[in-house]
Nanobody, 117 residues
Framework: QVQLQASGGGLVQAGGYLRLSCTAS????????MGWYRQVPGKQRELVAT?????????ADSVKGRFTISRDNANARNTVYLQMNSLKPEDTAVYYC?????????WGRGTQVTVSS
């Protein structure tokens, strides 16, 4: 059974940085895309950034120039990273990773990011 494990969240002051990572276990099929999403209470989950198997990236306008998504396919765990710089209080949310294959989407359990002003 595929499981995604996200880590790297925490509490940081505005202007600071964090690096999130997400690793898949038991992933035996090709991953078409990986992504990071975030959600705050009372709001819908929103896209933060995605990266395809070919390396194409897409970012929400609110994080462009501050966040960078990357992936490491060097091992079988298919790790995706989100480098978050110049963090703002409005970046506070639970961040989720998502892996997409041809047939399924897999979600991690989320990691809390809190940015204090």
């Amino acid at each position: 059974q595929v499981q995604l494990q996200a880590s790297g969240g925490g509490l940081v002051q505005a202007g600071g940085y964090l690096r999130l990572s997400c690793t898949a276990s038991a992933m035996t099929v090709n991953i078409n895309a990986m992504g990071w999403y975030r959600q705050v209470p009372g709001k819908q989950r929103e896209l933060v950034a995605t990266i395809t198997s070919g390396g194409s990236t897409n970012y929400a306008d609110s994080v462009k120039g501050r966040f960078t998504i990357s992936r490491d396919n060097a091992n079988a765990r298919n790790t995706v990273y989100l480098q978050m710089n110049s963090l703002k209080p409005e970046d506070t949310a639970v961040y989720y990773c998502k892996y997409s294959t041809t047939r399924n989407n897999y979600w991690g359990r989320g990691t809390q990011v809190t940015v204090s002003s």
